[in-house]
């Protein structure tokens, strides 16, 4: 079975300062791994996967297969930053996404 | 820009009673997703569908629920009885992995049912 943990709930940080959501994930075989993110009032979205390799929004992702992480960074956080971050998992055969408990992330000025 | 769209957004209902949901997915999406969303987690798949047929509906709670999208196209999940346990986030979702190779989905914006 997959499984997908984000320890933190509740994440704030001052704008300008650097920002980590934590991912870990369980899995036996090759996952795909994404973050999508819901800003206020809008729908969920993709912001970047793993094979991608690209920064999007100054994010930036590097998948761990030792660690089973897939934490996501960002050197300076912006106020727009502030939303809810899900780190997901897709099995490559079937497409399923398996997501995280969620992360909410507020950048205080 | 095309768009997942849902309706109701809303629907507030009594234990006992039937909802139904609805879902158009973008345009030329063969694979379509319904998903739960209890508050304070993340969405769960209830059900996945390749075009008109089920290819995944091992979580979906068939006593009660039911999902189906008999053109290929549009899609409506049912719930009868309403239980209580049953208010969260129906969340529907579309993806065109056979095109672009990878598992992007794009969300509708859901339907918030309430079970009193």
């Known amino acids: 079975a997959q499984r997908v943990t984000q320890p933190e709930k509740l994440l704030s940080v001052f704008k300008g300062a650097p920002v980590e959501l934590k991912c870990n994930y369980s899995?036996?075989?090759?996952?795909?791994l994404f973050w999508y993110v819901q800003y206020s009032r809008q729908r969920l979205q993709l912001l970047l996967r793993h094979i991608s390799r690209e920064s999007i929004k100054g994010f930036t992702a590097d998948l761990n297969k030792g660690e089973t992480s897939f934490h996501l960074k960002k050197p300076f956080a912006q106020e727009e930053d502030s939303a809810m971050y899900y780190c997901?998992?897709?099995?490559?055969?079937?497409?399923?996404?398996?997501f995280g408990a969620g992360t909410t992330v507020t950048v205080r000025a | 820009e095309a768009e997942v769209a849902q309706s109701p957004r809303y629907k507030i209902t009594e234990k006992s009673q039937a909802v139904a949901f609805w879902c158009d997915p973008i345009s030329g999406h063969a694979t379509l997703y319904w998903y739960r969303q209890i508050l304070g987690q993340g969405p769960e798949l209830l059900v996945q569908?390749?075009?008109?047929?089920?290819?995944?509906d091992s979580q979906l709670p068939k006593d009660r629920f039911s999902a189906e999208r008999l053109k290929g196209v549009d899609s409506t999940l049912k719930i009868q009885p309403a239980e209580l346990g049953d208010s969260a986030m129906y969340l529907c979702?579309?993806?065109?992995?056979?095109?672009?190779?990878?598992?992007?989905?794009?969300f509708g914006p859901g339907t918030r049912l309430t079970v009193l």
């Open positions: 997901a998992l897709s099995d490559l055969n079937d497409y399923k996404l398996s």
């Open positions: 569908f390749q075009d008109e047929s089920v290819v995944d």
């Open positions: 979702a579309s993806s065109n992995p056979g095109t672009s190779g990878y598992n992007e989905q794009f």
């Open positions: 899995y036996s075989g090759s996952p795909e």
